[in-house]
């Protein structure tokens, strides 16, 4: 059957020929429609574009419906000329193209014995001329405003999505999770496998121009479930260019938190200095040109502790370097490759997550990191245009974790069953082992073919198809500690702060039947590979020359295969893709547009690897049944053996298993929008989006499912429930769904003033499981699991409500003034960028509530290792998302000053500032709250009250004041930089 399936996508895709490559479109293209006055459409006219970005010149001839379409074009400014015999020749000039963007180029000839002159109607910008909702920022742009320039610090410039993420270097698109983006560079997919961030596989001077897709994304894209995030570096040209750039940063430049005021806590006088170079150019014009990069970075980061005064410095050291190469070896055939390497040395950082309690947990690690590419795409026969890529990308932690295998260097986690104590804060001792190191690799291989069929009744096709092969691979058992020990216990605590030892590490208490320990048992070595292999058709049907629709499809077939021959997922899902844009007044200027389309999520390994070792050990909870005591020198608390109780236990190639054609997470999403373009000086356009989630991925324990008794790796652990994962489909079942309107403009004033807003407003992100948190992306619920226990009381385990990523409203208003100060003297480039957000939402939840008597009571025959009185969850009150966070708005601004020396010789210097009014506003806190024993009980015997933690509404992280830079704490930062441009 699905050698049958295959067979008939490649027949489809040969009869339905393609665009660009299959994923990851690096090239843009220019089209348009050519009329005489008489508004006949004008075929056999020659249209010529040329560019400084372009080896050479491409040629098209427009079809019997006056259409023409020129492909594979690199992000630039173009020149268009137009010539037929017995007309004028028409000439446009500084067209832009984005990246992977369509630009229209629409003309009118005149007869060449009448005196008019041509007249191009119409020149749409990208928003305009394209179904698809995000944005798009070229280099100049961004190197004038106060922006981050990481790829999430871009992203979070554009309108539909946030950066209200578990993660550091995450965004939420359009109301997905925060792990389901594709990032791209060059073409290549640089994502984490686990937590979809970004790789550092750039350099930040290089980088010439980035798309985000939010919505409205045609066929050629797949395996996210949330949007595309793709960026694309230099490539050198005819004139040999190049630049120098040092960067300046300093902890004492960024005003501290209030928290870090009243700890006495003073961020540390360590100057720190990046440098980055860039040279291109020529080595056979327009035939072969090269492109080189280079980043060194060493830096020192200030780590604080949650409620400590203690403080840390953390010292990074980075190099990159990219080199790239392109040529035309025959007119209309282009082929390019690049190799990026990226190597990080770190030390003291975090060994886990930023909720941390003392140094202890601190690190020291390597991670290699590097990509290759390359690139073939050409016009065949004058007929069809071809593209070809391989790649990959390869990561790898070394030397991550701790190294003392000793049981008393064991970390520690705690409950949060103590009134005013957190759950999951970390402390005592490193997590994870240097001794079992990891990689996150992945290839790539893609290809495409494209045509143009015309006819005078049935319109322009431009048919589109390809494939990709995609393989993500992941290696290592992911052991949580060195000893594959974690404890679990809160710690003594003073005044709503932790007690600490000689050492300055909290002192744990040891209390029978609440402290446990955890025993992580890994397979170090253990790899999986997760194989997509894609198909798409595409066919942009222009149907007049008013209306256009894009009508698509993708297909997924995805197997993998891991260490024991595990087969975690075979299946295959298609997915339709439909545009639609309707020109209102002929001209170009104002169109409606309306999309739908379904997307699967990424087969990540940290959904689609559950029933095999790899980064998933065997665990088993031991509740702690020895003597009460404290400290870390408490010899009972370290010895296994009063441990005496099973909580729970998972062993993932024993009682774990998956469902046949298990599917990744989907979403259905529509959008209707309107874009207006203004006089050539910008647009405005507002797009609806609505987005509704299914296919959840979920583990079903129930007793139907079968008992397995488990006695494997030298413990004999007993009966437990077999896990089956597999896709909800009937209720109870996950929600999710999103809805937005968006709002852009942007405008240029005059030549030295431009200006741009967005206003994101969230009408709905509702649903009753957030899939993920810190470090923990693809989450599963309480969905399917022990129905005959838990179903009674799912409004108490899984509530539904406003999601935790929900943020109502998002502004951004951004501007560019240069003032000229003389020919000789250069200018000075203003930019102001205003950033308001709305509060997000938070539940109020007790952190692993056991089970109660009646619950238990309607235990129909679990083992005991998997129910018991010990068994524990989150219990919430009321409905999700009921609480509501404050919102806050800050001021940033970017000066630039430049001056002409010779030539296109341009030295610079820029100081930014970020929350230039030290916005201080506490807009989040501690939301700890406990089970009030003492409440009335609902008829499942849940407490329904709650106690507030002794630092309930109070600030115990840096995080909770506005941060400057997403990721970065601290009140009004400054950075400056300085370099030159040739």
């Given amino acids: 059957m699905r050698r049958l399936l295959v067979a008939a996508v490649s027949a489809l895709l040969l009869a339905f020929s393609s665009l660009a490559v299959a994923q990851g479109l690096q090239t843009g ?21 040329a560019s400084p970005s372009l080896q050479g010149m491409r040629t098209a001839v427009t079809d019997v419906n006056g259409v023409y379409l020129i492909r594979g074009l690199p992000a630039g400014i173009y020149t268009v000329g137009f010539d037929l015999s017995a007309f004028q020749p028409g000439r446009r000039e500084n067209v832009a193209l984005p990246l992977g963007g369509a630009t229209e180029v629409n003309i009118v000839m005149s007869l060449a014995n009448r005196t008019e002159v041509v007249n191009v109607t119409a020149e749409a910008p990208s928003p305009v001329a394209t179904v698809s909702s995000g944005a798009t920022f070229t280099k100049t742009q961004l190197d004038l405003l106060p922006v981050g320039r990481t790829p999430a610090h871009i992203a979070d410039l554009a309108p539909g999505l946030t950066s209200d993420t578990p993660n550091t270097g995450q965004v939420t698109i359009s109301g997905a999770t925060a792990f389901d983006n594709v990032f791209m560079i060059n073409g ?56 120098f750039r040092e960067n300046f940063a300093n902890p004492t430049w960024i005003d501290e938190t209030p928290r870090q005021h009243a700890a006495g806590i003073k961020n540390p ?20 040109w090269f492109f080189s990069a280079g980043r060194y970075e060493p830096s020192d980061t200030n780590l604080t502790f949650i409620l400590s005064d203690q403080a840390a410095i953390r010292h990074d050291v980075n190099k990159r370097g990219e080199l790239k190469f392109t040529g035309t070896p025959a007119q209309g055939h282009t082929i390019y490759g690049d190799y990026t390497n990226n190597s990080t040395e770190q030390n003291n950082r975090y060994s886990l997550n930023s909720n941390s309690l003392d140094p202890s947990v601190l690190i020291s690690e390597t991670q290699p990191n590097s990509l290759f590419v390359t690139n073939y795409s050409g016009v065949l026969k004058n007929q069809y245009f071809a593209t070809a890529q391989y790649s990959q990308k390869k990561f790898a932690f070394e030397g991550a974790g701790g190294t003392n295998t000793a049981i008393t260097a064991s970390p520690i986690r705690t409950r949060g069953l103590t009134p005013g104590i957190a759950a999951n804060l970390l402390y005592a001792a490193p997590f994870f082992s240097a ?8 290839h790539q291989v893609t290809a495409s073919v494209s045509r143009l069929l015309s006819g005078k009744r049935s319109g322009t096709h431009d048919l589109k198809g390809g494939f990709e092969y995609y393989r993500s691979t992941r290696t290592g058992g992911n052991s949580q500690s060195a000893t594959n020990y974690v404890f679990q216990a809160d710690y003594l605590q003073s005044g709503g702060k932790p007690v600490y030892d000689a050492q300055g590490v909290p002192i744990p208490v040891w209390t029978p039947g609440v402290s446990r320990v955890q025993n992580w048992i890994p397979t170090i070595g253990a790899v999986i590979n997760i194989n997509t292999t894609s198909f798409f058709a595409q066919d942009r049907w222009i149907a007049k020359p008013r209306l256009s629709v894009d009508l698509g499809v993708r297909l997924e077939i995805v197997r993998s295969n891991a260490t024991g021959d595990i087969v975690t997922v075979d299946t295959n899902k298609a997915m339709p893709r439909l545009g639609v844009a309707y020109d209102l007044q002929g001209a170009g200027k104002t169109v409606l547009q309306a999309t739908f389309g379904t997307y699967s999520g990424k087969y990540s390994e940290a959904q689609f690897a559950s029933n095999t070792d790899v980064g998933n050990p065997s665990r088993v909870t031991y509740g702690y049944t020895g003597p009460a005591g404290q400290g870390r020198d408490f010899a009972p608390a370290f010895n296994v053996a009063n441990y005496g109780t099973i909580i729970s236990a998972a062993f993932p190639t024993a009682n774990i298993f998956v469902a046949d054609g298990v599917r990744s997470p989907s979403v259905a999403e529509f959008t209707l929008g309107i874009a207006r373009e203004l006089g050539g000086k910008g647009y405005f356009k507002v797009t609806y989006q609505y987005r509704n989630w299914y296919d959840f991925l979920e583990d079903t324990i129930q007793l139907s499912n079968g008992i397995v008794h488990v006695n494997q790796k030298g413990v004999n652990v007993g009966d437990l429930t077999k896990v089956i994962y597999t896709n909800l489909t009937s209720a109870p079942n996950v929600d999710r769904m999103y809805q937005s309107l968006v709002f852009q403009n942007t405008y240029r004033f005059r030549n030295n003033v431009s200006f741009g807003a967005h206003w994101t407003l969230q009408l709905k992100n509702e649903g009753n499981s957030n899939a993920e948190a810190a470090n923990q992306p693809g989450l599963t619920s309480r969905f399917g699991d022990y129905p005959e226990i838990l179903g009674p009381a799912l409004d108490r385990y899984q509530p539904y409500g406003r999601l935790a990523d929900y943020q109502r409203s998002k502004l951004r208003v951004y501007g560019t003034y240069t003032v000229g100060v003389g020919s000789r003297y250069g200018a000075v480039d203003i930019s102001p960028l205003w950033r308001l957000d709305s509060g997000q939402s938070f539940s109020y939840f007790a952190s692993l509530y056991p089970l109660s008597t009646v619950e238990l009571a309607r235990n129909p025959g679990y083992p005991v290792n998997d129910i018991n009185s010990l068994t524990s969850y989150d219990l919430y009150f009321g409905d999700r998302g009921t609480g509501q966070f404050k919102g806050f708005g800050l001021l940033d601004l970017a000066a630039t000053y430049s001056v002409p020396v010779f030539k296109s010789l341009k030295p610079w210097i820029k100081v930014e500032f970020y929350n230039l009014l030290n916005n201080n506003k506490l807009i989040k806190w501690d939301t700890t709250v406990t089970a009030d024993p003492n409440s009335p009980k609902d008829a499942n015997g849940l407490p329904t009250g709650y106690i507030q933690g002794a630092n309930f509404g109070k600030a115990v992280q840096d995080n909770q004041f506005p941060q400057p830079i997403p990721g970065t704490n601290g009140g009004r930062l400054f950075r400056m930089a300085f370099g030159v441009r040739f």
Avoid: C
């Fill in 435 to 442: 001794l079992d190191p990891e990689t996150r690799d992945n």
């Fill in 29 to 49: 293209v220019i089209t348009g429609i050519v009329q005489s006055n008489d508004n006949l459409s004008l075929p056999g006219v020659t249209v010529t574009v």
């Fill in 269 to 288: 006088d360590l100057l720190s200095k990046s440098y980055e170079g860039t040279f291109g150019g020529p080595l056979v014009k327009d035939g072969l």
């Fill in 188 to 243: 290549v997919d640089i994502n984490d496998n686990l937590f979809g961030t970004a790789h550092n596989l750039f350099i930040e001077d290089a980088i010439q121009e980035t798309n985000i897709l939010t919505g409205g994304i045609s066929a050629e894209w797949g395996r996210f479930s949330g949007g595309v995030v793709n960026m694309i570096t230099k490539s050198g040209g005819n004139t040999f260019t190049g630049s």
